[in-house]
C-alpha cells in the first residue's frame, strides 16, 4: 500500500520568514496530494491541494509543488504569520480509482511554530 | 466550520463497552470517511462509504464496524473496547467518491 513520509517532524521560524515541508510517496498510481491544517482542538482543515497532472499550485501565502518522476511534493509557506503555527499534514490518495475510493494516506505531520 | 458534524464530541468509557459515534456530512456530500488519530500511529484511514455501501476499507479492526444511511449519516460502532483505543475519531466527507474531503472536529474518544 501507499507509504507518505513527512519532515520535518517539527519546524520553527521567525515571523516573516517561509517554511518549507517535504513529503515523499510511494505508490506511483497517487494522483491526489491534499494538506490539512491541524489546529489544536480541532479537525484537520483543507488548506491546499495539487493533482498529478500539475507541477505547482498556489494560493496566497502557500504554494505546493509536485515532481511526479521522484514522487515528492512540498509545502511552501511564505511571510509566516503566528497564526501559521498548527500541525500541518500531507496526503496522498489515487483518486478516480473506484476499487481504491479516494482514502487518504497521511504523513506523519510537522509542527509549526512561528515566533513573533 | 466545515459543514461536517461529529457527536459526541467527548466520550469516556470503560474497557469491554461499546460506544457508537455519529457523523453527519456536508450538505450535498455522497461519501463518508472515518479516520482515527492516535499519537503512535498518526491519521490512519480506517473505512468509506459513498451513497450508503461501502467503498475502501482500511486497517479497521473487526471489533469496529460502520454504516452510512439512507439520509446519508454515518456512524462508526466500537465493540470490546480496549485502553489502546483511546484517540480521536474524525468522519470526513466528499461529494463525489474522488475529491477533496472536509473533516469534522473528531471525537476524543478515552477509554479506562
Known amino acids: 500500500g501507499e507509504n507518505v513520509e513527512q519532515h520535518p517532524s517539527t519546524l520553527s521560524v521567525q515571523e516573516g520568514d517561509s517554511a518549507v515541508i517535504k513529503c515523499t510517496y510511494s505508490?506511483?498510481?497517487?494522483?491526489?496530494f491534499p494538506w490539512y491544517k491541524q489546529e489544536l482542538g480541532k479537525g484537520p482543515q483543507l488548506i491546499i491541494d495539487?493533482?498529478?497532472?500539475?507541477g505547482e499550485k498556489k494560493d496566497q501565502r502557500i504554494a505546493v509543488t509536485l515532481n511526479k518522476t521522484a514522487k515528492h511534493f512540498s509545502l511552501h509557506i511564505t511571510e509566516t504569520q503566528p497564526e501559521d503555527s498548527a500541525v500541518y499534514f500531507c496526503?496522498?490518495?489515487?483518486?478516480?480509482?473506484?476499487?481504491?475510493?479516494?482514502?487518504?494516506?497521511f504523513g506523519g505531520g510537522t509542527r509549526v511554530l512561528v515566533k513573533p | 466550520d466545515s459543514g461536517v458534524t461529529q457527536t459526541p464530541k467527548h466520550l469516556i468509557t470503560a474497557t469491554g463497552q461499546r460506544v457508537t459515534l455519529r457523523c453527519s456530512p456536508r450538505?450535498?456530500?455522497?461519501?463518508v470517511y472515518w479516520y482515527q488519530q492516535s499519537l503512535d500511529q498518526g491519521l490512519q484511514f480506517l473505512i468509506q462509504?459513498?451513497?450508503?455501501?461501502?467503498?475502501a476499507k482500511g486497517n479497521i479492526l473487526e471489533r469496529f464496524s460502520a454504516q452510512q444511511f439512507p439520509d446519508l449519516h454515518s456512524e462508526l460502532n466500537l465493540s470490546s473496547l480496549e485502553l489502546g483505543d483511546s484517540a480521536l475519531y474524525f468522519c470526513?466527507?466528499?461529494?463525489?467518491?474522488?475529491?477533496?474531503?472536509?473533516f469534522g472536529q473528531g471525537t476524543r474518544l478515552t477509554v479506562v
Open positions: 470526513a466527507s466528499s461529494v463525489e467518491g474522488d475529491t477533496e474531503a472536509f
Open positions: 505508490d506511483s498510481a497517487s494522483n491526489y
Open positions: 495539487i493533482r498529478s497532472n500539475v
Open positions: 496526503a496522498a490518495s489515487a483518486s478516480g480509482i473506484k476499487a481504491a475510493g479516494n482514502k487518504l494516506t
Open positions: 450538505s450535498g456530500d455522497l461519501s
Open positions: 462509504y459513498y451513497n450508503g455501501e461501502e467503498r
